[in-house]
């Protein structure tokens, strides 16, 4: 079965950084679009940014250009999310998640992410 399990979430100061990994099994990882998505206290869950199976295409939130950088890693069945210049509205649950086709959206169990002074 599909399984996403995030780490690496934690406490940091504002302009602090972070790296977020997602490891996946259970499916055939370098043939789908991988995402990370976030959910704040009161929020909807939202994406933050995706990556297609090769890696060429790239898209991110908005709010997250040119501080988060998404990552793959196929050999390893690893996805990566590099966090920058933290500011305290990022703070967050993280969620890796895949869209199957038929199947719908697999979760993770998710990663806290807290930015604060």
């Known amino acids: 079965q599909v399984q996403l399990v995030e780490s690496g979430g934690g406490l940091v100061q504002p302009g602090g950084s972070l790296r977020l990994s997602c490891a996946a099994s259970?499916?055939?990882?370098?043939?789908?679009?991988m995402s990370w998505y976030r959910q704040a206290p009161g929020k909807e869950r939202g994406l933050v940014a995706s990556i297609t199976s090769a890696g060429n295409g790239i898209n991110y939130a908005d709010s997250v250009k040119g501080r988060f950088t998404i990552s793959r890693d196929n050999s390893k069945n690893t996805v990566y999310l590099q966090m920058d210049s933290l500011k305290p509205d990022d703070t967050a649950v993280y969620y890796c998640g895949v869209r199957m086709p038929f199947s719908g959206t697999y979760w993770g169990q998710g990663t806290q992410v807290t930015v604060s002074p």
């Open positions: 259970g499916f055939t990882f370098n043939m789908y679009t």
